[in-house]
């Protein structure tokens, strides 16, 4: 088929139209609502905890809890729009890490001995699941994953008595590269 | 010597592909949610989806959600291949002197 420049000028005028208007509706399914989410719990849950960690132990307790439920939401509703086939290989190795993490290494460890460290060791453990989804798929898990486990780190080995503000930075951190990924990427 | 194709040329089409090959290769989405973003009609979306799937160029899975009907679409890999042969032949005219 023959056509002129000017259409063809118009039909990629057409076409990047297009690309942007889906590049804005695959912005809105990328992870920023999670780290959204799990930013500012994680900033709330650091902020009560290092005011007076056993007073609001139940009470970060089900803040997190709320966010698992909040989590199921964002992910019901994001299914519904845009999809990905779901590697059972990925949830298999979080799942692994999570049982290892959570099951197995208290007891070769002989137990977590404190509530800051009980909260980096959970922190850590979700890190590790935020590598592997880096690795996976979009690399910018992965850096998060690295710098929040740095910041935990360096909160309980170096500073610990200014450990819940480095616990919050994470967050801060997770809450920032939601935004990064809400309004720049791809 | 690129050539441009007739089954994408069709300017809601050359949309509904542009708009698919921003997907990664695993993605799809919904038959309404494109519909609305391209802005065209039920019938209208599904008269060009059929004549894409019938060239090979997408994949419509049908699948039910809460028990509810739903329609996802996807590229294709020769799709994706078609439709940046078509990008390059419209260049190509472009591009002449």
Redesign the interface.
Known sequence: ?N?S?EE??N??G??????T???A??RNHRGHLYLWLWGSIWIVNSLLNGWSSARFWNTTNWITLAGLLATAAIIVMQ???????LDRRFVAVCGTLLVFGYGVWPFVLGGIHSYTAAYAFGMLIWMQVYVVAGIWFDNYWLWIGLVVAALILAGFLLFPGAFWAFSLLGGATLLGTGFYVRLCWR | MEFLDPAIHQPARLKIMAALCQLKPDERVDFSYLKDNLGLTDGNLGAHLSTLEGKGYIAVEKTFVARRPKTFVSVTPEGRQAFTSHVQALQAILAQK
């Open positions: 088929m056509i420049q063809a000028a039909a990629l057409e076409i990047e139209a297009s690309r208007a889906m590049r509706v695959i299914r519904r729009q845009v999809r990905s086939r």
